[in-house]
């Protein structure tokens, strides 16, 4: 039963009573597994694409960024800090003093070869009297790292990771968000000189980000000659969702109201949906490098654009043809070997369907937002995969898949998810307009059957949260979806604070 205060969180939340009701549903009755047909290889459903034929794509791309269109990167920047340190606040917490783990022994081994050394050092001294070298000599673990990650040190801990120093170099100390700034000045500057960055960020970082950028701006375009234009957004507190104990019921706070939480990157689709561009690049905060390792990047960047624009061209071409009503069956059969071929669209009814069918088909199938995604080669890190998935409408397509996705107490979906080849990096392309320039409502395109539900814990109570589908996995299920493979080196995540030693951030 709500209350009146339920209802006014509802209304403040911009959530309706309905909307809760199949929250709650959802919990009950949980999300049905996908049906998965099989893994994309470079065998089937990833393209490999070498030598000559990868510079014909960034010319393409180079081309395209001279004609007046919009170009945007869109950053997902909301992750806290605290989970890259979260071995070092166990550690901070642990009933021994000296580094015991293999992670607390390569931290302070490797202190000195962190950006934000100088930092710290500066900062223990001014605080204890004594620099870094000091004080580990000395035994006292414990008093750098509090340092490192509480508010009356440098306070890491608390910082959004998107603004913690990544890499130093010549020209000092560059946090993740400046790399992003650097990067994109090397491939996705337009016909005007500007670079366009759309950040996602938390409420209460928004301040800091802001400030960030205001105090750093007029230094990174004296150094990128690009002029850059900022914009930020958070996740509308209408995506929030419902959380509930073991038993499906609603969990409350201490004051008795209802406990919402964020709903995941899913909810991210309407920050996309609100930009106003031609083509936009997805990619995560931390997976950055410092320049003298960015001609990698910025290669296969631009040849996933090109793939993208060329992509597009064609399918603005026979969806012109359709509305001209003047093609051939040649042209009609054509149109069907691109969708199979070069968008990797299956239908097994198509040989069933009458011509206005087949047509109505076609069209339907051709005007739907475009991603190129570049895909990497598995070695063992954590994300979702490329498969071929069947669709509500019978037809099969490729996905971007999680585990939770797929059903594995099912030997063969377990099987295949084993069996496949390549992983999400987070390394998409996008075009976000019908041929005739008008934007995409992208809510339309989302599968609401994809979410999944996560097991939590907050101070000490078990929860179940309910995640909406993912920004790249259900939240674009219904896109035309085209993998390339690009190579391990163009990504570098940075999950724990030790990911920063390796050789990629040095």
């Given at each position: 039963m709500l209350t009146s205060e339920d209802r006014r969180l509802l209304?403040?939340?911009?959530?309706?009573?309905?909307?809760?009701?199949?929250?709650?549903?959802?919990?009950?009755?949980?999300?049905?597994?996908?049906?998965?047909?099989?893994?994309?290889?470079?065998?089937?459903?990833i393209r490999v694409i070498t030598g000559e034929e990868q510079m014909h794509y960034v010319r393409i791309w180079d081309d395209y960024r001279l004609q007046q269109k919009r170009i945007v990167r869109f950053v997902p920047a909301?992750?806290?800090?605290?989970?890259?340190?979260?071995?070092?606040?166990?550690?901070?917490?642990?009933?021994?003093?000296?580094?015991?783990?293999?992670?607390?022994?390569?931290?302070?081994?490797?202190?000195?070869?962190?950006?934000?050394?100088?930092a710290l050092n500066r900062r223990l001294c001014e605080r204890e009297g004594k620099d870094i070298r000091a004080l580990i000599a000395e035994g006292k673990y414990r008093t750098v790292a509090a340092c490192l990650l509480?508010?009356?040190?440098?306070?890491?801990?608390?910082?959004?990771?998107?603004?913690?120093?990544?890499?130093?170099?010549?020209?000092?100390?560059?946090?993740?968000?400046?790399?992003h700034f650097s990067e994109g000045a090397l491939y996705a500057r337009d016909h005007a000189g500007e670079v366009h960055l759309h950040l996602t960020v938390s409420p209460e970082h928004r301040p800091l980000f802001e400030q960030f950028v205001r105090e750093k701006l007029p230094r990174l375009e004296q150094?990128?000659?690009?002029?850059?234009?900022?914009?930020?957004?958070?996740?509308?507190?209408?995506?929030?969702?419902?959380?509930?104990?073991?038993?499906?019921?609603?969990?409350?706070?201490?004051?008795?109201?209802?406990?919402?939480?964020?709903?995941?990157?899913?909810?991210?689709?309407?920050?996309?949906?609100?930009?106003?561009?031609d083509v936009v690049f997805i990619k995560n905060i931390d997976n950055v490098v410092p320049d003298h390792l960015k001609?990698?990047?910025?290669?296969?960047?631009?040849?996933l654009a090109g793939v993208l624009v060329d992509l597009h061209r064609r399918i603005s071409d026979y969806v012109r043809l359709i509305n001209r009503g003047d093609y051939t069956q040649a042209q009609v059969q054509e149109m069907i070997y691109f969708l199979q071929d070069a968008l990797c669209v299956k239908n097994?009814?198509?040989?069933?369907?009458?011509?206005?069918?087949?047509?109505?088909?076609?069209?339907?199938?051709?005007?739907?937002?475009?991603?190129?995604?570049?895909?990497?080669r598995n070695s063992g890190e954590p994300g979702g995969g490329p498969f071929f998935a069947v669709n509500p409408d019978?037809?099969?397509?490729?996905?971007?898949?999680?585990?939770?996705?797929?059903?594995?107490?099912?030997?063969?979906?377990?099987?295949?998810?084993?069996?496949?080849?390549?992983?999400?990096?987070?390394?998409?392309?996008?075009?976000?307009?019908?041929?005739?320039?008008?934007?995409y409502h992208l809510p339309d395109f989302v599968d609401n059957n994809t979410g999944f539900i996560a097991h939590k814990s907050k101070n000490g109570r078990e929860l179940k949260a309910l995640e909406l589908p993912g920004l790249w996995n259900g939240a674009m299920s219904d896109w035309n979806t085209v993998f390339v493979e690009v190579p391990g080196e163009t990504f570098n995540p940075v999950k724990t604070v030790n990911d920063l030693l390796r050789p990629e951030h040095q």
């Open positions: 209304a403040e939340k911009n959530i309706t009573e309905s909307q809760l009701n199949r929250q709650l549903k959802r919990f009950a009755e949980g999300f049905p597994y996908l049906e998965v047909k099989a893994s994309a290889s470079v065998e089937k459903g909301s992750g806290a800090a605290s989970r890259m340190f979260k071995d070092l606040f166990a550690f901070l917490a642990a009933p021994y003093d000296a580094p015991s783990t293999e992670f607390e022994r390569t931290f302070f081994e490797g202190i000195a070869d962190f950006a934000f050394f100088d509480e508010k009356d040190g440098l306070g890491y801990g608390t910082l959004p990771k998107g603004l913690l120093p990544f890499h130093s170099g010549a020209d000092g100390v560059r946090t993740a968000l400046e790399e150094t990128s000659g690009a002029r850059y234009v900022v914009a930020f957004s958070v996740q509308s507190p209408s995506t929030d969702t419902i959380a509930v104990d073991a038993d499906n019921n609603p969990l409350r706070d201490a004051l008795g109201a209802l406990e919402f939480r964020p709903g995941g990157h899913g909810a991210l689709i309407g920050n996309l949906n609100s930009i106003d561009a001609s990698a990047t910025v290669h296969f960047k631009k040849m097994p009814e198509t040989k069933l369907l009458e011509d206005a069918e087949l047509i109505l088909y076609i069209k339907r199938k051709l005007l739907r937002p475009l991603r190129v995604c570049g895909m990497v019978g037809t099969v397509s490729l996905q971007i898949l999680e585990s939770s996705q797929i059903d594995m107490r099912d030997p063969a979906g377990k099987a295949l998810f084993e069996q496949e080849t390549h992983f999400n990096p987070v390394d998409i392309v996008c075009a976000l307009k019908d041929p005739d320039g008008n934007k």
